[in-house]
């Protein structure tokens, strides 16, 4: 059973944007919190953002900060991520998580996607 389902990653020059979408069928929005993760090869999986329920309390990594936007769209069990000023070290594979809280850390989340793949070239 599919529960987390990443979309919208591609090849984007340096400088662009791309909108990720997590669409949940499995009701995974259900969680108090999600969050997108990422992961470059040879690297272990970083925190991006995280949004609370609400949508009113998200966190991001100083890495994308002020360049990142993560909103979230219940009545359509879907979360997105604005990636705006791509940069080439934003290449990577980006997950989609679900917890039972708003946190930064890996082990706040105990559901996982499968990732989509972002390509940033200079």
């Known amino acids: 059973q599919v529960l987390l389902v990443e979309s919208g990653g591609g090849l984007v020059q340096a400088g662009g944007s791309l909108t990720l979408a997590c669409a949940s069928p499995g009701r995974a929005l259900s969680y108090s919190a999600m969050g997108w993760f990422r992961q470059a090869p040879g690297k272990e999986r970083e925190f991006v953002a995280a949004i609370g329920w609400s949508g009113g309390s998200t966190y991001y990594a100083d890495s994308v900060k002020d360049r990142f936007t993560v909103s979230r769209e219940s009545a359509q069990n879907t979360i997105y991520l604005q990636m705006d000023s791509l940069k080439p070290e934003d290449t990577a594979v980006y997950y989609c998580?679900?917890?039972?809280?708003?946190?930064?850390?890996?082990?706040?989340?105990?559901?996982w996607g499968q990732g989509t793949r972002v390509t940033v070239s200079s």
């Open positions: 998580a679900a917890g039972p809280g708003l946190g930064t850390l890996l082990e706040n989340y105990s559901h």
